[in-house]
Nanobody
Framework: QVQLVESGGGLVQAGGSLRLSCAAS????????MGWYRQAPGKQRELVAT???????RYADSVKGRFTISTGNTKNVVWLQMNSLKPEDTAVYYC??????????WGQGTQVTVSS
């Protein structure tokens, strides 16, 4: 099992920045990649950014150039630096850890609200 604890959400004005953190514990050696998804009211959960243990990164087109995903040396912490935030970035952001077996572990979610 892998447990994920997220932090860093909040309320920010358009153009501002936030940094989300996600710390994994448990069987972290089984993790192949970590990342962030988000879900806005009335919409499906969507990918924001992911990073594999080998460092391969993927971003949603809507956040390229504004968001940066990174991990620590131990690979059990993932951060999402969000700059130039827009109202359409408002959503609950969820941390994901995907195991090598394909099992997905989700965090509890953290609210990000961007006011115009």
């Amino acid at each position: 099992q892998v447990q994920l604890v997220e932090s860093g959400g909040g309320l920010v004005q358009a153009g501002g920045s936030l940094r989300l953190s996600c710390a994994a514990s448990g069987i972290i050696f089984s993790i192949n990649d970590m990342g962030w998804y988000r879900q806005a009211p009335g919409k499906q959960r969507e990918l924001v950014a992911t990073i594999t243990v080998s460092g391969m990164i993927r971003y949603a087109d809507s956040v390229k150039g504004r968001f940066t995903i990174s991990t620590g040396n131990t690979k059990n912490v993932v951060w999402l630096q969000m700059n130039s935030l827009k109202p359409e970035d408002t959503a609950v952001y969820y941390c994901l850890a995907r195991g090598r077996s394909g099992t997905d572990y989700w965090g509890q979610g953290t609210q990000v609200t961007v006011s115009s």
